[in-house]
């Protein structure tokens, strides 16, 4: 149980193009939604937390107009990276909580993202 | 936030226990311990978490010292596949129903055959 799915798993864009990333709780219903952002080498950092049906609430220094996150449903969160360029180059990750237990956040397999 | 501080890197030979420990020093009486592992390239796979007590799940053991200032992860037989950064987390309550995750550098386990 508690499976979260990605797509793609990896995405070459060219500069300027935007990117739409899927995350999807496959085996339960998540009120909310983590998007994060790892760069080689580095740790995790959170974007974003998104709960189902109201706007994100996006960690100081991410664009919310750049980071466009759409969570409709329980089941489903969207991360579009508009305009991309070279340095939105990354592995972006999501993570779902149930809504049974917020307290745990179980994450997707990744999506790495490289914009040329 | 409660930060916690963990080693660098540990190594462990394979079919040993690996004992990851954690220091979380400025932790409150309302938060619990997380810990969560990346595999490399992969996201982050949930292991076990606890406030006060020792826990145990078909992953690891998890073992709070009584002044919680403290805490030690321990895979009882370790694999290969086991190799991963381990990341000790204090879970913060956000406010609402939010629970927001800091990753630290975490520890990198090294299993060796």
């Known amino acids: 149980g508690a499976v979260v799915s990605q797509h793609p798993s990896r995405v070459i864009c060219k500069s300027g193009t935007s990117v739409k990333i899927e995350c999807r709780s496959l085996?339960?219903?998540?009120?909310?939604m983590f998007w994060y952002r790892q760069f080689p080498k580095q740790s995790l950092m959170l974007m974003a937390t998104?709960?189902?049906?109201?706007?994100?609430?996006?960690e100081q220094g991410v664009e919310k107009d750049k980071f466009l996150i759409n969570h409709a449903s329980l089941t489903l969160s969207t991360l579009t990276v508009t305009s991309a360029h070279p340095e939105d180059s990354s592995f972006y990750i999501c993570?779902?909580?149930?809504?049974?237990?917020?307290?745990?956040?179980?994450f997707g397999p990744g999506t790495r993202l490289l914009v040329l | 936030d409660a930060k916690t501080t963990q080693p660098t890197s540990m190594d462990c030979a394979e079919g040993r226990a690996a004992n990851l420990p954690c220091n979380h020093s400025?932790?409150?009486?309302?938060?619990?311990v997380y810990w969560y592992r990346q595999i490399h390239s992969q996201g982050p796979q949930y292991i076990i978490h606890?406030?006060?007590n020792n826990e145990t799940n078909e992953m690891a053991s998890l073992i709070i010292t009584e002044d919680r200032k403290s805490s030690t992860l321990i895979l009882p037989h370790a694999t290969l596949r086991d190799t991963a950064v381990y990341y000790c987390?204090?879970?913060?309550?956000?406010?609402?129903?939010?629970?927001?995750?800091?990753f630290g550098k975490g520890t990198l386990l090294t299993v060796n055959p």
């Open positions: 993570s779902a909580s149930p809504s049974a237990s917020k307290e745990t956040q179980y």
């Open positions: 085996d339960f219903q998540a009120t909310t």
């Open positions: 998104s709960n189902e049906g109201s706007k994100a609430t996006y």
């Open positions: 400025t932790i409150s009486g309302n938060e619990y």
């Open positions: 606890g406030l006060k």
């Open positions: 987390i204090v879970l913060l309550n956000s406010g609402g129903s939010n629970y927001k995750l800091t």
